[in-house]
């Protein structure tokens, strides 16, 4: 009788010692963030199993990418022809326009305070951004004070 008890004994700890751990996870990758909107936690590899979205933020739940940033494009003049590379960026940010006479470039943070402003100076424009922090920003290009694109950024 006794060692049947001490048997059942090691096994209901066993299990309550393997329930306790029953939400680790070991995996090929993943990640973890926080700032002071909140914070997130996820691994490489699972499937996707729901997307929900309130048409500013958007959570997929199940599907993680630990580089995934997203970004975006408002064409205020849709034949305008303009391309911002890379985004997310680090240090360099390149802005590519076939029409680059007489517009301007505004860059903003995300308090909407003007952070660098110039015209471009030619089919590609080179804007070095090692001097400002990391975070969003969005990038207007106008012309006689029209805005043509809206570029959002990531600067990691």
Known sequence: MKKTTTSIVWILLCFFIKTSFAQEVVSSGGDSYLNVF???DFTIGETIINTVSD???TLT???HQSKWSVVGITEHL????ANV???PTEDILN???SKFEEVSYLLYDVQGKLIKENKLNAVNTVLYLSEIAA???TLILTKN???LKTFKLIKH
């Open 85 to 87: 590379f890379p985004n």
């Open 61 to 63: 739940q199940g599907f």
């Open 145 to 147: 004070y029209q805005k």
């Open 135 to 137: 975070g969003r920003y």
């Open 95 to 97: 802005i590519q326009a």
């Open 78 to 81: 849709p034949d305008y022809d």
């Open 38 to 40: 909140g914070s997130i």
């Open 55 to 57: 048409g500013t933020h």
